[in-house]
């Protein structure tokens, strides 16, 4: 398996349970039920998620209104382009 396919299968499952958590977590939020943890929320972007939560942030209306956890969800966007940046660099590195 490539890399580039490895990264989009990644990002697909971890994008697909993030989606799924905000979801969960809204309805969480409706019935009073116990919430998921922001920091879970934010581990979950970082690890790759991130486009499934930014997704499910905009479906959902959720956590759009709270700036320090948009902060802290942009930064973990950031983290991890980042992160994959040098994945991708030390990749093709190693290819030459």
């Known amino acids: 398996m490539r890399l580039g396919e ?10 697909q349970l993030s989606f799924c958590v905000y979801g969960f977590d809204k309805l969480a939020a409706r019935q009073g ?3 998921v943890r922001e920091r879970r929320l ?15 942030q905009q479906v959902f209306r959720h956590k759009t209104a709270k700036a320090p956890f948009r902060r802290w969800f942009w930064l973990t966007v950031v983290l991890n382009m980042l992160v994959l940046g040098a994945v991708v660099v030390l990749n093709q590195l190693q290819r030459l």
């Open 6 to 15: 490895a990264i989009l299968i990644v990002y697909g499952l971890m994008s």
């Open 33 to 35: 039920w116990r919430r």
């Open 42 to 56: 934010h581990w979950l972007a970082l690890l790759g998620g991130w486009p499934g939560a930014w997704l499910a």
